[in-house]
């Protein structure tokens, strides 16, 4: 292949989660081209909720219904905490952004004029998140008054179980009543695949059906809950059409993968990045990334063996940790798995972990990833951006622990627009 038959980009994004999804987007939104490409496994278990900042110290488990004033304790306390790259202003043009991205995709969310709210979660746990869908936002509604509610199941489905979930929230919600329902198709079936039912659902007759075995058991209950498995393309609509059948307000609940309401955010990155004509490389990784002598960066494909090679100007990194495959390990230490970036690390293997399973404040590995400049640019070993025009968004970033500070979908997004703004400085 010769130099000029390699197609050329702008701009190459390695990782397809929700880091690499959202930059691909705001960096469309620019005119910027863009070549983006990884694994889209990642959507089976994204829950389809935006967190911003909801828990802070981890180890005292402090709530927080204001993520802005979470925020700022964070980056009070924690100075390299990767929101502390990014001024309130960009978080929340960011959101704002990722918000106009959703509506114009018919995927629309709703939050409670910029703080936390509450909802439940097939585990009967109560979470805190910033952005909902609008599926599940009548449940937000319900739970703020402890309005008498209807939780159904369908047998079958496993992963989502309304008797357990009414049984764990019983002492906090008296009002919930369980119902478990059978086979919409006409006779019990011994497992129930949530992908297919999502998408019989978006049928008519099917709508009607589960609206006959529900009503009858609605009585008192001013809203009815369900797992989210209300179609995939067309959620909204199947919501409000169930709601009207009811006679109640109908809401969605978080269920366990593989998740339907991630799969909504991937098809609705998948249509927006083909109407924008952004090149997408899925299911291919990264097997070799050069930088070239006139300072851009030359990327070989594939899934397992070389496939193409493309040229870049800059790069965005949107690999992930362990599970994407952006930091690897051995019995030692933590490598970044393209470049050999240096990352941030427990000083030897005894203190990646404590010594309970659930640590209250959580495993020193979970801190682990890439330190940048306020560009969103990784470091080399000397504290200087490794290159001019690599950067890096999203949970592959240190000094944050995701899962915990329930931060991990608005941290993604919040650094992919920094990053993507920085790519654009590059160009004027």
């Known amino acids: 292949m010769t130099e000029s038959t390699i197609q ?41 909720l935006i967190d911003l900042m909801g828990i802070h110290p981890v180890g005292k488990g402090k709530v927080w219904s204001d993520p802005w004033a979470a925020i700022e304790a964070v980056k009070r306390d924690i100075p390299k905490h990767p929101y502390a790259r990014l001024p309130e202003k960009d978080i929340n043009l960011a ?74 929230l019983k002492s906090e919600w008296a009002g919930l009543r369980a119902l478990s329902i059978p086979s919409i198709y006409g006779e019990q079936i011994q497992e129930i695949n949530p992908i297919p039912l999502a998408q019989d659902l978006e049928v008519a007759e099917y709508r009607q059906k589960l609206a006959e075995l529900i009503k009858p058991h609605v009585k008192d209950a001013e809203y ?85 090679t493309i040229g870049a100007h800059a790069i965005v990194l949107a690999t992930g940790r362990f599970l994407g495959g952006g930091l690897q390990s051995d019995h030692s230490s933590v490598t970044e798995s393209i470049f050999n970036l240096p990352v941030f690390q427990p000083e030897n293997r005894e203190l990646w972990h404590g010594d309970r399973l659930f640590e209250a404040g959580g495993h020193a590995i979970s801190l682990a990833g ?49 990053a993507i703004n920085s790519v654009g400085s590059l160009r004027s």
């Open 370 to 418: 890439l330190e940048t400049d306020e560009m969103m640019r990784p470091l080399d070993a000397g504290g200087n951006p490794a290159f001019e025009n690599l950067f890096a968004a999203g949970i592959i970033l240190a000094h944050q622990d995701w899962t915990r500070m329930k931060c991990g979908s608005g941290l993604s997004v919040a650094t992919a627009y920094h």
């Open 95 to 168: 959101l704002q952004e990722f918000d106009a991205f959703l509506d114009q995709t018919g995927l629309p969310y709703h939050s409670d004029e910029g703080l936390n709210s509450n909802l439940i979660t097939a585990f009967g746990a109560i979470k805190t998140t910033h952005g909902v869908p609008r599926t599940m936002w009548p449940g937000v509604a319900a739970l703020s008054v402890k309005a008498p509610c209807l939780i159904v199941d369908f047998k079958g489905l496993k992963g989502f179980s309304a008797s357990l979930l009414v049984e764990r």
């Open 8 to 48: 050329k980009y702008d701009l190459a994004i390695i990782g397809a989660g929700m880091a690499g999804m959202a930059a691909a987007v705001f960096a469309a939104n620019r005119g910027i081209s863009t070549a983006i490409m990884g694994s889209l496994g990642e959507s089976w278990f994204t829950g389809g």
């Open 224 to 308: 009815v809950g369900l797992p989210a498995v209300l179609g995939i393309h067309q959620s909204d609509r199947v919501v409000n059409e169930l709601g009207e059948l009811l006679g109640k307000p109908v809401f969605e609940i978080p269920a366990m993968p593989p998740s339907i309401p991630g799969m909504r955010l991937k098809e609705a990155f998948l249509r927006f990045l083909s109407d924008n004509k952004v090149h997408c490389l899925f299911q291919k990784h990264v097997l070799q990334a050069t930088p070239t002598s006139d300072g851009d960066f030359s990327l070989d494909i594939g899934r397992t063996v070389h496939e193409d």
